[in-house]
């Protein structure tokens, strides 16, 4: 099973460390999900990964070896690093058996990978005319067309619609399903909730977290109880003097932190006070990201 | 593991590439129109040009030459094509997939630069053979002295024009490897082949052995049957443009393995 390792990898322009001693590995058969805000290393990252950047320091492997060592790499490697990046004038059949030629693949596999990708019936049409959505479908056929073990995808669900957004995550997951190492990046945490078994989060190019979806989780983005009272100015100095946080939230509710629903609802009780909702809020993924990469943003409005 | 690629696999897949651009085919029919014209256009008068010539421009008179001054216009022409194959894929990004699927960098080079000189040497080869015979048959026709394919140094003329203009394919995919811009590669293409001439007689003495092997200086001396005094040696002159053009593609290679894409 082939990985992509990661090790010790450092890329500076100038004065700029945009990639800061970074490590992580992305095992088969799982889709991991690469996280940072906008300007944080990860398609300088993945460039590096493909050979395209070189590194200042450290290295990028697949399958232990060096991608520029790569004999075949379209059998090894399948990248979509940029859905514009094909010439508009050039049919999609061409672009793609051009590619496949380079690699000595056979050109049946253009017409599996544009069957696989749905875009038969735009085999001979030129992509200059092609949607945002069809463009990101033949940049993952072009991807496919070496039947590789490794795939690396740089923000595949960027400016699509829902349903191309749904595609592209499904598509993903059958890929890791089929036990193929899948790294796909993005600055959208909510997608990758639904997509990534592995999360590798990195801010200004250093690693902030290497972890599974569901530890993810459970450590990031402390619980909230949302609390509905009647009496709510009362009820939250009761709380913070039992040593709860209280902010306010809509509506005249109250959010709480610090404290358990369970250990909410016996303050209420004991003090008799009457609750008209008590609903421990799940911490949303968006959150712990905010939360964790709060200190990495590169540049913060104003107002945060 | 994966087995190697051979070369020709890579070769063959920069020709699909550009054998699937309709501006491939524009350019080169561009190529034959423009040619054509000029040639059709500079030798409408040549009867009239001939009665009014002196002596001394009769006695240098060479119709193989007058025929193929509008290599002027297709180095040009010609230029744009190797560019294109070059600068094409930065304007579209495509150069990150082409070198990720062939990471081995100088061979997508060594692969563009066979393809367009090869394509230029055929091309270029074309328009100075149909270029000739339009020309002697404009000639013949107006009375003019004129010259046949078997003539001294007729052939010698011919190749030297498709070695000429197929150097300046080369020059056009090395420019476009270090400008990685159309533009900027376009420009510096118009300085060498245009400007630089236009100049060249304001410049100090030390570089008239540059201009001896420069482009539509002494490097298209081979052009002519009749020698010119101001080159004497005329194959030497494009031995030394098809030097000075393996040095640009040189750089071209070393900038393309060094810079990130």
């Known amino acids: 099973m082939t990985r992509i390792a990661v090790r010790g990898l450092t890329k500076r322009y100038g004065p700029d460390t945009v990639v800061d001693d970074l490590s992580f590995t992305v095992e088969p058969g799982q889709v991991t999900g690469f996280l940072g805000p906008n300007g944080s290393g990860k398609s300088t990252t993945m460039k590096m990964i493909m050979g395209l950047a070189e590194p200042t320091r450290g290295t990028a492997t697949i399958g232990g070896r060096r991608y520029r060592d790569l004999r075949m790499p379209l059998a090894e490697v399948g990248a979509l690093l940029d859905a514009g990046a094909v010439h508009g004038s050039r049919k999609a059949r061409d672009h793609l058996l051009a590619l496949a030629v380079s690699n000595g693949l056979p050109a049946r596999r ?79 945490m909510s997608e990758m909730a639904r997509t990534a078994d592995h999360l590798v989060v990195i801010g200004r190019g250093r690693l902030i977290a290497d972890t599974g979806m569901g530890e993810f989780l459970r450590a990031n983005g402390e619980g909230t109880v949302l609390v509905r009272t009647p009496e709510p100015g009362a009820f939250a100095l009761r709380l913070t003097a039992a040593g709860a ?44 990201f905010m939360e964790l990469t709060k200190d990495a943003v590169e540049y913060q409005g104003a107002a945060a | 593991m994966s087995a190697d690629v051979p070369f020709t696999r890579t070769l063959q897949a920069e020709w699909i590439k550009l054998r699937s651009l309709r501006s491939t085919w524009y350019t080169l029919s561009a190529l034959m129109a423009v040619g054509i014209g000029v040639t059709s256009l500079a030798l409408s008068t040549v009867g009239q040009d001939y009665a009014e010539a002196s002596a001394a421009d009769r006695q240098a008179w060479d119709p193989t030459s007058l025929s193929l001054t509008t290599y002027i216009i297709g180095q ?136 001896d092997i420069w482009p539509t ?6 052009l002519t049957t009749v020698p010119d005094p101001e080159f004497p040696h005329p194959w030497l002159n494009l031995g030394g443009l098809w030097l000075a053009v393996a040095a640009v593609l040189a750089t071209a290679f070393v900038l393309l393995r060094r810079r990130d894409v």
């Open chain 1, 245 to 288: 946080t209280v902010r306010d939230g809509s509506e005249s509710s109250l959010v709480v932190s610090g404290m358990s629903g369970e250990e909410i609802g016996r303050l209420a009780a004991y003090h008799g006070v009457v609750l008209s909702e008590l609903s421990p809020q799940q911490p949303s993924l968006e959150d712990a």
């Open chain 2, 217 to 222: 200086k002494g490097a298209a001396a081979v």
């Open chain 2, 76 to 211: 040009l022409i010609i230029g744009v094509l190797g560019i294109l194959i070059v600068t094409s894929e930065y304007a579209t990004g495509l150069i990150a997939t082409s070198l990720g699927a062939t990471p081995r960098r100088h061979r997508v080079l060594a692969a563009k630069a066979v393809i367009a000189t090869g394509l230029a040497l055929v091309a270029g080869q074309t328009l100075m053979v149909a270029a000739f015979l339009l020309g002697q048959a404009m000639m013949a026709a107006q009375d003019v002295p004129h010259a046949a394919l078997g003539d001294d140094g007729v052939f010698a003329a011919l190749a030297g024009g498709g070695l000429y203009l197929s150097a300046i394919a080369l020059l056009a995919v090395g420019l476009g490897v270090i400008t990685r811009a159309t533009a900027g590669a376009l420009a510096t293409l118009v300085a060498i082949v245009f400007l630089v001439p236009a100049l060249s007689g304001t410049f100090p003495s030390w570089m008239h052995g540059l201009v």
């Open chain 1, 110 to 188: 253009v017409d599996e990978v544009l069957a696989r990708t749905g875009l038969e019936s735009v085999a001979g049409k030129r992509p200059g005319g092609f949607s945002l959505g069809m463009r990101q479908r033949l940049g993952i056929s072009a991807a496919l067309l070496g039947d590789p073990g490794v795939l690396i995808f740089d923000e595949p669900v960027n400016g699509l619609d829902p349903e191309g957004i749904r595609w592209i995550r499904d598509f993903m997951r059958s890929l890791a399903g089929e036990g193929r190492a899948v790294l796909v990046s993005s600055h959208l």
